[in-house]
């Protein structure tokens, strides 16, 4: 008999312990839980996302916790307020739900709050999911306060005004810790929205990254997106443009130095009258310090904030109250850009470190352009926006020191584009040589060296200005007639740019030379447009006397 008792106990005891340890996991879930919302929230600052606990009831064996979904930055903040009922079962081990034993202090299951939802918007869910869940989501936090996470949409369909959109279901899963550290994975499948004039099509996207942590609200690691199939049909065409699109991005922290690499390639581009089939474009910006990025980061969050706020509407500014608030958020708006520009130029640029380097290269069946741009910061002082907005070429000319190259094919340009390309020919700031486009430029503080010939950075600048803009006219309040008699004006609108008027104007002492060069080579554009139209255009009474 004692031996029976003391059998009996032993599950007893279990029993007792088991529901001992889940209180006491009970107990911390709530502070977890809160914890990963804050996280969260630190990760999608910029974004205008936030996420809140709206109440959290415990009970025996777990808690239902009501959580929000703000979007703050439009057009996602015309959804208004999310909510969502998150089912917590305490750990420490958990059984079923569709995934073998588990263990942690939490296992959350998440699904949207219809019920505070009014009647249309359930209604319209109702019909755009099939009946379906929107969502569906299931969380496990594990005892470190690492997270393990899962969520799908169902398929949406939606008709309305003669747009239908459609997407099949989407997957997002990953993983946390408390140092932001984990995984993510995005699967999606067809997404196509179209009316009776246009059509967008994407047939699956594919996100994975590995993020090895957080600074300033951004994320750092590595990340790889794939887009293949891409199909636009712009409206009033016949033919959509299709290409595949990748994007990759690696960042990270080495010895306190912060570096980006971003790069994206369209392949495979059709639908453009091979006027370009591919594009690969990539952006090395490093040598950051890590201190200042992160204070930027948050400036730059607090910036966003600010420009969300300051939507202007016409109930805004009815009343004194308004009128003022809008001028504070003013007021914090112009203080904070200016905290950005001094942040940016006095803790986040090092002297001789900070490098920007970007390369674009593009083909067509015609032809290749490569573009390399490389610079690396030279400046000593932390300027102002005052001061930068007084400054002159040799200011700038001492933040910045590097190389700038263009190589490309002149095949790859639209037809008439060597009309435009030879006065920048003339000045020196691209050779045409042959059937290439060459350029090089090297900046070295107050000195440029332009295809081979040294000059001062001022005359490099000044050369940069749209041919026949003086100074005076680059000026605010310049003549935007380009220095073209009013009466004059009024004779080219009428009767457009006639042999007649170009030599009125050659004539005029008050027209500046650089502007009648450019009404020459505008002419010549419409001669040889003219010329291109007349063999259309005589081909038809040919045809109309061969009927006869």
Do not use: C
Not at 142 to 168: C, E, I, R, S, W
Not at 364 to 379: C, F, H, I, Q, R
Not at 518 to 525: E, P, V
């Amino acid at each position: 008999m004692k031996k029976l008792v003391t059998l009996l106990s032993v599950p007893v005891v279990l029993l007792v312990a088991w529901g001992g340890t889940t209180w006491y996991v009970g107990q911390q879930t709530e502070t977890t839980l809160k914890q990963f919302i804050d996280q969260q929230n630190q990760a999608s600052t910029q974004s205008g996302i936030k996420q809140e606990l709206v109440s959290y009831e415990k009970s025996a064996l777990g808690a239902t916790a009501i959580t929000k979904l703000i979007m703050d930055v439009p057009p996602l903040s015309g959804l208004g307020e999310i909510q969502f009922i998150n089912e917590i079962s305490n750990g420490p081990v958990f059984i079923g739900g569709g995934s073998p034993v588990q263990f942690g202090t939490a296992r959350i299951h998440t699904q949207l709050d219809t019920a505070a939802l009014d009647a249309e918007q359930r209604e319209w869910l109702t019909t755009a999911f099939a009946g379906k869940a929107p969502l569906e989501g299931h969380t496990v936090i594990g005892f470190g306060g690492n997270t393990d996470y899962h969520f799908t949409t169902n398929p949406l369909k939606v008709d309305q005004d003669g747009t239908t959109a459609q997407m099949d279901s989407i997957t997002l899963s990953g993983t946390s810790a408390p140092d932001m550290t984990g995984k993510i994975s995005v699967q999606a499948g067809k997404i196509e929205v179209k009316d009776t004039t246009a059509q967008f099509t994407l047939p699956s996207m594919q996100l994975e990254g590995d993020m090895t942590g957080m600074i300033g609200g951004q994320a750092l690691g590595t990340f790889d997106l794939k887009m293949p199939g891409v199909s636009i049909l712009a409206e009033e065409t016949t033919v959509p443009v299709s290409f595949d699109l990748a994007m990759q991005s690696d960042s990270g922290i080495t010895d306190n130095e912060l570096a980006f690499k971003i790069a994206t390639q369209a392949s495979n581009i059709q639908g453009v009258d091979d006027a370009l089939s591919k594009l690969d474009f990539k952006l090395d910006l490093s040598g950051l310090d890590m201190a200042g990025a992160e204070e930027l980061g948050k400036l730059q969050a607090e910036l966003q904030s600010l420009q969300n706020q300051m939507l202007w509407s016409s109930e805004a500014t009815e009343t004194p109250e308004g009128q003022q608030k809008q001028q504070e958020l003013m007021t914090q708006l112009t203080d904070t850009t200016g905290k950005v520009v001094e942040t940016l130029f006095a803790k986040v640029l090092k002297t001789d470190k900070s490098r920007l380097h970007t390369t674009l290269l593009t083909e067509s069946p015609k032809g290749k352009l490569n573009a390399d741009v490389d610079l690396t910061y030279t400046g000593k002082a932390a300027p102002d926006m005052m001061a930068l907005a007084s400054y002159g070429p040799n200011d700038w000319a001492k933040l910045m020191k590097g190389k700038v190259t263009l190589d490309a094919d002149k095949a790859l340009l639209p037809p008439g584009s060597e009309l435009m390309l030879t006065p920048l020919s003339e000045q020196g700031l691209l050779k045409l040589d042959g059937e290439k486009i060459t350029s090089a430029i090297e900046l070295a503080g107050e000195n440029v060296t332009l295809n081979g010939k040294q000059m001062p950075f001022a005359d490099f600048v000044a050369m940069l200005a749209p041919p026949g803009m003086d100074q005076g006219m680059m000026e605010e309040g310049g003549d935007p007639n380009m220095g073209i008699p009013e009466d004059l004006m009024k004779k080219i609108e009428a009767e457009g740019l006639t042999p007649e008027i170009i030599q009125l104007l050659e004539e005029s002492d008050d027209v500046p030379k650089e502007t009648i060069e450019i009404m020459k080579q505008l002419q010549q554009m419409q001669q040889q447009m003219g010329a291109e139209e007349a063999p259309a255009t005589e081909a038809a009474p040919a045809a109309d006397a061969n009927k006869e």
